[in-house]
């Protein structure tokens, strides 16, 4: 089986959005030692139209809950975007076999696309790593701070100055808050049921990542486990498009070999 090439899932090619809130650019810079021993990790998301800075906050660790945790606090704050594009690496992505994990799998539920930078390719998401440049030098470089609070009192200052003080070149000397405004699609506090046309062939994945199709067995990922996807038919004479919610997740071949039915 195939994952989807990029219209929902694939590499990105580097480009300016129309408009807010088409691309949302989201990483982590760097981890640092606090005063008191514990370590940074700063997240980071970025609009890709305007470069306003949605998201600057010092987190505990790298893991799923916590960017679910502060993305719910963005989406709150800004609405949902179209699109998310970030790197490989965890919680976002594994490799280019294994692109989902529950994080991106909630973004799909959630009606927003995602992305993967190239592998080994950082300036795919440029913006963002720019914006990293000027966190380090002006917040960052030879400074220690003593604890979370003051750390994220500092990256409230800064970003305030970020988006609505300091004009940029890369924006004719406009500021990114001139240049934004939320999204108007807003963030649903209960995630919506999932619903395919009637045409559409609906399997639940089993443990394991596996649903069953016409007596044969396919693996579309762990993280979809537990969650029903529908099979179109394509115009290819035994191909079927796999979609989840409203994205295309990859295709059923059946001109080549799937897994051991049992």
């Given at each position: ?156 200052e800064w970003r ?66 537990g969650y029903h ?34």
């Amino acid at each position: 089986m195939k994952h989807a090439p990029e219209k929902t899932v694939g590499p990105f090619q580097r480009f300016e959005k129309e408009r807010p809130n088409q691309l949302w650019q989201m990483d982590f810079k760097g981890n640092f030692l606090l005063g008191n021993g514990e370590r940074c990790h700063p997240l980071t998301v970025l609009d890709d139209h305007s470069r306003y800075s949605l998201c600057l906050e010092a987190c505990p660790n790298e893991r799923t809950a916590t960017v679910q945790q502060q993305l719910t606090v963005t989406f709150r704050r800004y609405g949902l975007p179209e699109r998310m594009l970030m790197d490989n690496g965890a919680p976002w992505g594994n490799d280019l076999l294994h692109q989902f994990t529950p994080l991106t799998v909630w973004l799909l539920h959630l009606g927003i696309a995602v992305s993967h930078g190239r592998p080994y390719h950082p300036q795919t998401q440029g913006k963002d790593e720019r914006f990293h440049r000027s966190l380090k030098d002006e917040v960052l470089a030879q400074r220690i701070f003593s604890n979370f609070a003051h750390i994220q009192h500092r990256f409230g200052e800064w970003r305030h100055c970020y988006n609505h003080v300091r004009p940029h070149e890369a924006l004719d000397m406009e500021v990114p808050a001139s240049r934004y405004q939320p999204s108007s699609r807003s963030f649903p506090e209960q995630l919506p049921e999932i619903e395919y046309p009637s045409t559409d062939k609906v399997r639940k994945v089993e443990q394991g990542g596996k649903f069953t199709f016409q007596r044969r067995r396919f693996r579309v990922g762990n993280a979809f486990s537990g969650y029903h996807v529908g099979l179109r038919a394509s115009t290819a004479d035994g191909v079927y498009d796999v979609y989840f919610a409203t994205h295309r997740i990859a295709q059923v071949d059946f001109n080549q070999p799937g897994l051991p039915y049992h």
